[in-house]
């Protein structure tokens, strides 16, 4: 029961980094994007690659590399599709997550095809092996991640660039004419939001011991993007909650210690209805602002 | 006088449909330029060309004898020109203080992305410079209200304070006297006129012909798209076709 | 050459069916109806289920017709169901409310067809002979007739239902001037219901179609769903033509980039996401989508 708590634990530290990159990119800057599971995945596949090679680098370095991966892969993506508005972008962008995976599965030579990276050794923080067996070691190191970058990302909502992204998002033409380089600060809140889900990738590859690309696709994307309107867009705390909520609602019935008599679809039903009812009632959010402004 | 900005043969179609027709305008240094015509005679959008939030289809645009066709808005901004919108166009959910502050981000791009890893005193000089348009246009008492939640007149105001706060020698007015009553346009007019005092030169787009009248000393007239009239207010109100522009051949009324 | 172009047709024609259903309620409700491909899914199941039951009463040709309607029936009901409950009490909630709403739908109906039907492919048992006819050097089988035949019959009816028709011009006017629709005594909630009437019946028959081929299973919708979905941004979305113009175009540029161009396999869905990314590059609003400027 412990260990199911702690890994329920690791799990929505993992998703909480996806949707914290999330809402910096769809809350805070209104872009409706949906490829954070290409960018978790690009995070995974590179830890995977550096840590199954001959020469594994140390955590240092693995995790500068992976936010580096992470934010070029944001730049390429954000680059060409963030002049689309709204739906547009947001087919675009999950297009490329597409693409992504798409990779993974046949660039055999790299990634290892369907049959993805396996073996990925556990890392050493200082004196502290990090692996999946010492659950409760493992979950400390999860959420020094969600903490370190919620800390890094309220001192940027504070921040000049901050209020340049809400300019953005409240009115781009304005902003633009009142000399702010839209573009420029799209692509930056992208990068930092895909360098984030590379981040939660890197957890996942090492806490899993092995990636596979089935386990990116797009309705990981779309179970993100739930979260954080779950809970309430433009807010971190909510994303938090709107994340712990469709976690706990997937690992229901292994909480309740009913996996086995109830099928995974049932779960998956219940999530939907969730999801459809909470639109209903509130659509927006859990904790959402009113919902007057963002009728837009 | 000099020329500020000009125009030279700027179209803009839409489809079929020509809003601005090889139109060669010529704004002046120093004065209050009043861009006026029928609805639909495509002043908002040659306003829009020229400030690049619109690509036109043909022509040039003249900035201090630059040519900045093409251009972005920002990069347009940053020359010197600034504008405000027919329909307001303000960060609605952020404060008033907030707002004048986005428009001197342009300051330094590059220390607005440094500002995520320390603080630096560009911060103090933003406010101090936002607080200075803010007191300006008697907007500092309202600088923690949501910009929303501001009455009309107070939002049309914050605009042009916001504008301003980008330092421009050329500022564009898009139907600024817009639903403010008598009292508001008269203090619009005297801050205008303070602008223009201090070396600001202006361009309005206004249907209200009272500001118009007394607050220009030139004025361009556009109907189809194209310049039917130019001259001092005196001129231009007795220009015919001005008044049939207006006003329909058989109709001799005046204003 | 020409047996590319002829398979390549056939499939697009699939794409094209399922893509008008997208646009018709795109043009109306300004919305991505995410579950539409499941909706359409479900259909193909009642035909499945229909069919079997008659075969062994009646002539299999004419079970199938009669599987046909049933299926366009209950996709219909559903797809009604689905509006009144989802998605009109959200017509004036903040944008992302709809899409997260349908995408519940969509993990509901997917999970509760998988939980029913198992997720095992099922097929449709001969309606009737697939013997392939050669004409020279051209391979046609029965099947790609008949989803030729019936699929440019479905799209010419429709083209001549939307100009002539009453019902057809209300249509239109909702899509292009809903205030002014609304203020002309159109009743737009009728409207609305008709336009996923329709756009789902004919989703359902595309389901049918291809299921000949391929088989019937729970993710059936969700994976020609994305592709015609892509297919009807490609053509610009809410424009009908635009979504059978996208749909053949997507089509025969799989097959093509497979057959002749040698794409690997295994990237033939990136074919799909590449077009869709540089067609929007191209052209923001899809090949025939008009580019309304946002008024400033």
């Known amino acids: ?296 | 006088m000099t020329t500020l900005l000009s125009t030279q043969g700027l179209s803009r179609s839409f489809g079929g449909i020509v809003a601005v027709n090889d139109l060669n305008l010529q704004i002046n240094k120093g004065i209050i330029t009043g861009l006026i015509g029928p609805n639909g005679a495509g002043k908002t959008t040659s306003f829009n060309c020229i400030t690049g939030l619109d690509s036109p289809t043909g022509g040039r645009v003249f900035f201090n004898d630059r040519d900045i066709t093409g251009f972005s808005p920002p990069r347009i901004n940053r020359l010197g020109i600034a504008r405000t919108f027919q329909n307001l166009r303000l960060f609605r959910d952020m404060t008033v203080f907030e707002n004048v502050m986005v428009a001197r981000h342009h300051t330094s791009s590059f220390s607005t992305l440094l500002s995520l890893l320390r603080i630096n005193d560009e911060e103090k000089k933003i406010q101090i410079a936002a607080g200075h348009w803010l007191e300006r246009l008697g907007l500092w008492t309202h600088r923690d209200e949501r910009a929303q939640d501001l009455p009309y007149g107070l939002q049309k105001r914050l605009e042009l304070a916001r504008a301003m706060a980008t330092e421009p020698t050329l500022l564009f007015l898009d139907e600024p006297a817009a639903g403010l009553n008598r009292t508001e346009t008269e203090q619009l007019m005297t801050t205008l006129r303070d602008f223009r005092d201090e070396g600001l030169s202006i361009v309005i787009i206004e249907h209200d012909m009272h500001l118009i009248m007394n607050v220009c000393e030139q004025i361009t007239v556009l109907n189809f798209g194209q310049m039917i009239g130019q001259g001092t207010p005196k001129q231009v109100r007795t220009n015919p076709l001005v008044i049939e522009a207006y006003l329909g051949k058989d109709d001799h009324a005046t204003r | 050459m020409l047996q590319h172009l002829l398979n390549g047709f056939t499939v697009g024609s699939i794409y094209a069916l399922v893509a008008l259903g997208y646009t018709l309620v795109y043009g109306v409700l300004k919305f991505i109806n995410f579950a539409h491909g499941d909706v359409l899914m479900i259909g193909t199941y009642i035909a499945l289920i229909v069919f079997n039951f008659l075969r062994t009463f009646i002539e299999p040709s004419i079970a199938f017709i009669i599987a046909i309607l049933a299926g366009m029936a209950s996709s219909a009901l559903l797809a009604v169901l689905i509006e009144r409950v989802a998605y009109r009490p959200l017509r004036h909630a903040p944008r992302l409310a709809p899409l997260l709403s349908a995408i519940g739908l969509s993990v509901i109906l997917s999970n509760t067809a998988a939980l029913i039907f198992g997720t095992k492919s099922q097929r449709f048992e001969m309606p009737f002979n697939n013997t392939p006819i050669h004409w020279g050097n051209l391979v046609v089988t029965p099947y790609q007739g008949l989803i030729l035949l019936t699929s440019l019959t479905m799209m010419v009816l429709l083209h001549f239902f939307i100009k002539m028709t009453r019902t057809g011009k209300a249509m239109r006017a909702v899509s292009e001037k809903p205030m002014v629709a609304q203020l002309m005594g159109i009743d737009t909630d009728r409207i609305i219901r008709f336009t996923f009437i329709l756009g789902s019946a004919l989703g359902a028959v595309a389901g049918i179609l291809v299921s000949l081929d391929y088989k019937v299973y729970p993710t059936l919708g969700s994976l020609i769903g994305l592709k015609a979905f892509i297919a009807a941004v490609i053509g610009g979305i809410g424009n009908i033509s635009g979504a059978m113009l996208g749909g053949i175009l997507l089509g025969v540029l799989e097959t093509y980039g497979v057959a002749v161009l040698g794409i690997p396999v295994g990237y033939k869905d990136s074919v799909a996401f590449v077009l869709l990314i540089i067609i929007l590059l191209w052209r923001p609003s899809g090949i025939l989508g008009s580019n309304k400027r946002e008024k400033i």
Request: with cysteine; charged share 10%.
């Open chain 1, 1 to 296: 029961m412990i260990s199911l708590v702690l890994l329920i634990g690791i799990y929505f530290g993992i998703y909480a980094l996806l949707a914290l990159g999330q809402n910096l990119i769809t809350g805070m800057t209104g872009l409706l994007s949906l490829c954070q599971a290409a960018f978790m995945a690009i995070g995974a596949y590179t830890t995977a690659i550096i840590l199954t090679s001959h020469h594994p680098l140390p955590l240092a370095e693995l995790i500068v590399i992976v936010v580096f991966m992470g934010s070029l892969f944001g730049a390429m993506i954000g680059l060409p599709t963030l002049r689309l508005k709204g739906d547009y972008l947001a087919i675009a962008s999950l297009g490329f997550g597409e693409i992504v995976k798409n990779v993974l599965l046949n660039a055999d030579k790299f990634t290892g095809g369907p049959m993805g990276i396996t073996h990925i050794p556990s890392v050493q923080l200082g004196r502290i092996l990090i692996s999946p067996y010492d659950k409760s070691v493992y979950l400390i190191f999860v959420w020094g991640f969600v903490g370190v970058i919620l800390w890094g990302l309220f001192r940027l909502q504070r921040s000049r660039f901050g209020r340049a992204l809400e300019a953005i998002r409240e009115d781009e033409v304005a902003a633009s004419s009142l000399g702010l380089n839209t573009t420029l600060y799209k692509v930056v809140a992208f990068m930092i939001g895909a360098a984030i889900s590379a981040l939660a990738g890197m957890l996942w590859a090492i806490y899993n011991g092995s990636v596979i690309p089935q386990s990116f696709d797009f309705m990981l994307s779309i179970m993100v993007l739930c979260m954080v309107v779950l809970g309430g867009l433009g807010n971190y705390f909510a994303a938090l909650v709107g994340t712990m909520v469709i976690v706990i609602i997937s690992e229901l019935p292994r909480l309740l210690g009913f996996s086995v008599l109830i099928p995974a679809q049932l779960d998956q039903i219940l999530f939907g209805l969730i999801l459809v009812i909470l639109m209903i009632y509130r659509p927006e959010g859990l904790l959402g602002r009113p919902v007057s402004k963002r009728n837009s």
